[in-house]
């Protein structure tokens, strides 16, 4: 993805799970950086970007 038309960030993963909110809270819990909030997007998925500890931006979605 070279530009991410919702987010300042452009995420340099994704990754699919089956319940946004769980993966969110269990992420959040962790104090993890998150860059992008949870976010239902008009394209019909639910996502949010975390910075894992090496950097990288993770775009954690999943299909509405």
Do not use: C, Q
């Amino acid at each position: 993805m070279t530009k991410d038309a919702a987010a300042s960030v452009n995420p340099d993963l994704s990754v699919e799970v089956d319940d946004v909110d769980a993966a969110y809270e269990a992420v959040r819990a962790t104090g993890a950086e998150i860059v992008h909030p949870i976010t239902d997007e008009r394209w019909g998925v639910r996502r949010f970007f975390v910075r894992d500890p090496d950097g990288k931006v993770v775009n954690v979605v999943g299909h509405r």
